[in-house]
């Protein structure tokens, strides 16, 4: 058991790094936080502006520092497997961003190396924690609109990424938009109560124009495990009410269930007066949570909530989604 706040290392020194230590600061009191970086004078400046412990001029280094408990892989996705690997070596415990790996294989190494070093592994799917998920999940299983029917889920925005953001590169990314991003909507959908059985991807076609040239919506249409139906519509290509405020809706055969689907409120409509809920804002996209379970999971030696086996589901759907998504024809507009 470790005792004492933990003392934690982030891998990378990028966007994702500074959204987990705002979020962090809410705990710091059972967390200790340093930054590795290729770049010695960036993490510095990141020790500096986060109150860090440390900073270090490479992530092997920050690896191989005995007083480091944990490190958080904020790197793009090509290089999680092998820092993985190598912090489970060193016996870290190991939370890793979303999308976590490439490949099912690559699960598969990390289960077992997991296992080996008998330390924690948890997937950084912060949705699974916030509170629009925790709300939607305790509806269905009370039965508040009765047998799920149909799952209607939308995220739009027009949120092009700039010609030099490592996203452009697939090889970094390990796929498209939806595979890199979307992959937090399918795990939504897949983590409400009945899990998702089959699903199909559907690719419109892929546009050229601007800086941002990847692949960037996706529909999916899926069966659930209780015999119900629905769909997922992703895109970050397309103009939205402030940038990505968009309407998801569950329907029972006892009611509706209508939501924004980035958890500003939730609509009830079923037997008796519709009921308006407000999920949360405080920790609206469940990074404190997260990282409480992490803690707690390294703390009492149990699995987190969103354990490596629970993301495998998801990376099974992700395959199914990308081996039928279609043609990638390009419009040259």
């Not at 340093?34 to 270090?56: E, T």
């Not at 889920?153 to 390990?174: C, H, I, P, Q, Y």
Request: proline share 4%; net charge positive.
């Amino acid at each position: 058991m470790t005792l004492g706040p933990l003392h934690i290392a982030f891998l990378g020194c990028g966007f994702i790094a500074q959204v987990h230590s705002r979020h962090l600061r809410a705990l710091r009191n059972d967390v200790l936080c340093s930054y590795a970086s290729r770049d010695l004078a960036k993490a510095q400046a990141y020790c500096s502006k986060h109150a860090g412990m440390g900073s270090y001029g490479s992530y092997s280094a920050a690896i191989a520092d005995s007083r480091v408990d944990a490190v958080v892989i904020a790197v793009p996705p090509h290089l999680h497997l092998k820092l993985s690997l190598e912090a489970l070596s060193a016996g870290k415990h190991v939370l890793v961003e979303k999308p976590a790996y490439i490949k099912m294989a690559d699960y598969q190494l990390v289960q077992r190396a997991r296992d080996v070093a008998e330390r924690v592994v948890l997937v950084g799917e912060n949705d699974h924690y916030k509170p629009l998920a925790v709300c939607l999940r305790g509806l269905l299983q009370r039965e508040s609109i009765g047998d799920l029917v149909f799952g209607h889920f939308v995220t739009l925005a027009k949120k092009m990424k700039s010609a030099d953001d490592w996203r452009n590169d697939e090889r970094l990314a390990g796929g498209d938009a939806f595979f890199e991003e979307g992959i937090h909507w399918l795990h939504l959908a897949n983590s409400l109560g009945p899990t998702i059985d089959s699903v199909v991807g559907y690719r419109p076609h892929i546009s050229l124009g601007g800086p941002d040239r990847r692949s960037k919506s996706m529909m999916v249409a899926f069966r659930f495990s209780n015999g119900a139906v629905g769909s997922l519509y992703y895109s970050r290509e397309v103009p939205s009410f402030l940038r990505g405020v968009r309407l998801s809706k569950l329907f029972g055969r006892k009611g509706v269930i209508s939501f924004e689907s980035n958890g500003g409120f939730v609509l009830v409509r079923g037997e008796g007066w519709p009921k308006l809920l407000f999920p949360g804002f405080r920790d609206m996209r469940g990074y404190r949570a997260m990282y409480r379970d992490f803690i707690d999971a390294i703390r009492l030696g149990r699995s987190p909530a969103m354990s490596l086996e629970k993301a495998m589901l998801d990376q099974r759907l992700m395959e199914q989604i990308q081996a039928t998504a279609g043609s990638t024809l390009r419009d040259a507009g």
